[in-house]
């Protein structure tokens, strides 16, 4: 069973910075990838980053590139999001994600079979 337990989330002014963490259990390398969604009301969830769990580039929404930064540790068996240089359309419930095996394509949230609960970002300007 694989769970998935975000933290990290919080308030903060337009151009800071925050790092969001993902506490994985029952991971492994057939997981295939792991990644970070986001989602405001009434609007679909949409994919920001991913990563293989054996390694490799990332993959990043054109939104968040060059600001956002997804990484994993696969000892401590947690994936990581840094936000800099946040704005206020970055305001979001941010989800951790993991898949069974397929990783494209990597921000398509059918693509991911496991959730966690959401952490929620603000920005304010």
Do not use: H
């Not at 694989?2 to 919080?10: H, N």
């Not at 308030?11 to 925050?18: H, M, R």
């Not at 609007?43 to 990043?60: F, N, Q, W």
């Not at 206020?88 to 990783?103: F, I, N, Q, V």
Request: net charge positive.
């Amino acid at each position: 069973q694989v769970q998935l337990v975000e933290s990290g989330g919080g308030s903060v002014v337009a151009g800071g910075s925050l790092r969001l963490s993902c506490a994985a259990s029952g991971v492994t390398y057939s997981t295939g990838c792991m990644g970070w969604f986001r989602q405001v009301p009434g609007k679909e969830r949409e994919g920001v980053a991913s990563v293989r769990i054996t390694g490799g580039r990332p993959v990043y929404a054109d939104s968040v590139e060059g600001r956002f930064t997804i990484s994993r540790d696969n000892a401590k068996s947690t994936l990581y999001l840094q936000m800099d240089s946040l704005i206020p359309k970055d305001t979001a419930m941010y989800y951790c994600a993991a898949t069974r095996g397929a990783c494209a394509p990597p921000l398509w949230r059918n693509v991911y079979n496991y959730w966690g609960q959401g952490t929620q970002v603000t920005v304010s300007s």
